[in-house]
């Protein structure tokens, strides 16, 4: 309930999740970095289905720039 909460919050701010999280997936950082800052909130953002973060998507396609930014920008490293 306070994911699905947040996740309306957050794309309130012309952000959505989904677009952050496709970003990473396809390892586009100026698009990441465009959007974190409209919505800093989506560093907390996680996928309905299976909870994964951009992290986890940016990770997974060996985006390593993705992975630097997001790991400055104070995601949670440890999510899971």
Do not use: I, M, Q
């Not at 012309?14 to 990441?32: I, L, M, P």
């Not at 060996?62 to 400055?72: F, K, M, Q, T």
């Amino acid at each position: 309930l306070v994911a699905e909460r947040e996740r309306r919050l957050v794309a309130v701010g012309h952000a959505s999740g989904e677009e952050f999280y496709a970003a990473a997936k396809r390892g586009d950082a100026a698009a990441c970095k465009r959007l974190l800052k409209a919505a800093p909130a989506l560093c907390r953002w996680r996928r309905a289905t299976g909870k994964r973060t951009a992290l986890h998507a940016a990770a997974r396609h060996g985006h390593v720039e993705v992975v630097s930014l997001l790991a400055r920008e104070e995601v949670d490293l440890n999510a899971r």
